[in-house]
């Protein structure tokens, strides 16, 4: 089942060091003396730092991302000097004497500035989806000591953090990825809440931390079992769905969702809520098992889409409208159960 997701604006801290006001350290004018060795031709790459002003006490980190080591605190109305971005403009590079390399990391939202800041992109393709090692995150999320959402938190991550991988469970729908406040240095996030490819290529590690092997099929994995267990219940329904997504441009713009219903006994139906920003969307659903189920997509009550394992659909949307989809088992006489994924993506038309 999906992990539940906390606020979490990254501005929270336990401790307030002494307030630090970085300011930014140009190179030095330089005269030349006479040498028998001709001196190199002075560097023309340096960066103008930007200023910027902290509009609440902000976290600094080592890296761009929520999951990563927390190096101090600035407190609100501080001046700061901005000297480059993350490749998703969530994050600014500031300077930063306690700072490998006396740089920084805070989120660009608690940071006004007069302009946009014209500042170099730090990191290059380190946030390509498409890099089987890398993931961006969609929507906040937990991470958990393990693949399930039952684990411990031990933090959350924002839409649009960059996060390394380095392994996933047997299913493939938890990963793992480099965490320095977890256990080891590691922690697990839900699937469906990331954006990345090449995640059959990771390796399949247990609870324990033992590597099992690698690559996992691309459908929904089942593995059939003499006694059948009915999916648990997750008390879900259209007033209180499993979760809510807001869909828009400058965030998640898809999100992926994993589960199980059985009949007739056990789960029989899940109900997932979500705004789409677009005026179309698309939706796959694949399922695994040996029962069957049917997707409505609701608006008001009015059924505007259906659609059965294995089939995908575009559906058309008003923007800013909320919309609901229920998947139900379809009723059995003997136990069946259907473990399934969906994925919701927006059309930019």
């Known amino acids: 089942m999906i992990n539940s997701c906390t606020t979490n604006t990254d501005q929270v801290a336990t401790a307030s060091p002494t307030p630090f006001i970085p300011v930014a350290t140009l190179p030095p004018t330089f005269t030349p003396q006479p040498t028998a060795t001709p001196l190199p031709p002075p560097s023309?790459?340096?960066?103008?730092?930007?200023?910027?002003?902290?509009?609440?006490?902000?976290?600094?980190?080592?890296?761009?991302?929520?999951?990563?080591?927390?190096?101090?605190?600035?407190?609100?109305?501080?001046?700061?000097?901005?000297?480059?971005?993350?490749p998703g403009g969530s994050w600014w590079q500031i300077l930063y004497p306690q700072g490998a390399q006396e740089r920084g990391w805070v989120t660009a939202q608690y940071v006004t500035t007069i302009s946009t800041p014209n500042v170099p992109v730090i990191g290059g393709d380190s946030a390509n989806s498409k890099d089987g090692n890398v993931a961006i995150i969609q929507h906040q999320l937990n991470i958990r000591s393990?693949?399930?959402?039952?684990?411990?938190?031990?933090?959350?991550?924002?839409?649009?953090?960059?996060?390394?991988?380095?392994?996933?469970?047997?299913?493939?729908?938890?990963?793992?990825?480099?965490?320095?406040?977890?256990?080891?240095?590691?922690?697990?996030?839900?699937?469906?809440?990331?954006?990345a490819q090449g995640v059959e290529n990771l390796p399949i590690i247990t609870e324990s931390g033992a590597v099992v092997g690698?690559?996992?099929?691309?459908?929904?994995?089942?593995?059939?079992?003499?006694?059948?267990?009915?999916?648990?219940?997750?008390?879900?329904?259209?007033q209180s769905p499993a979760i809510h997504i807001i869909l828009s441009s400058?965030?998640?713009q898809s999100f992926q969702y994993s589960s199980d219903v059985s009949s007739p006994d056990g789960d029989n139906e899940d109900w997932i809520q979500f705004t789409p920003f677009t005026r179309m969307i698309r939706l796959l659903l694949d399922c695994a098992g040996n029962g069957t189920l049917t997707l409505e997509v609701l608006e008001n009550d009015n059924i505007v889409q259906n659609l059965t394992c294995?089939?995908?659909?575009?559906?058309?949307?008003?923007?800013?409208?909320?919309?609901?989809?229920?998947?139900?088992?379809?009723?059995?006489?003997?136990?069946?159960?259907?473990?399934?994924?969906?994925?919701?993506?927006?059309?930019?038309?």
């Not at 790459?45 to 761009?64: L, M, W």
């Open 146 to 195: 393990g693949p399930g959402a039952d684990f411990n938190s031990l933090g959350t991550l924002n839409p649009q953090d960059v996060v390394r991988l380095i392994g996933k469970d047997a299913n493939g729908v938890w990963l793992q990825i480099n965490f320095t406040s977890g256990p080891d240095g590691k922690g697990w996030i839900s699937a469906a809440f990331v954006q």
């Open 44 to 86: 023309t790459s340096t960066v103008v730092p930007v200023e910027g002003i902290t509009s609440t006490q902000v976290n600094v980190r080592a890296e761009p991302s929520t999951a990563n080591t927390v190096l101090g605190i600035i407190p609100q109305n501080t001046r700061i000097e901005i000297v480059g971005k993350d």
């Open 214 to 238: 690698t690559g996992t099929p691309t459908e929904v994995p089942f593995t059939p079992t003499s006694t059948l267990v009915p999916a648990p219940t997750d008390n879900d329904s259209a």
């Open 250 to 252: 400058t965030g998640s």
């Open 310 to 349: 294995g089939e995908n659909a575009v559906v058309n949307t008003a923007p800013g409208r909320q919309y609901i989809i229920h998947i139900e088992a379809n009723p059995m006489d003997e136990l069946q159960y259907t473990r399934y994924r969906l994925w919701v993506d927006s059309i930019d038309t």
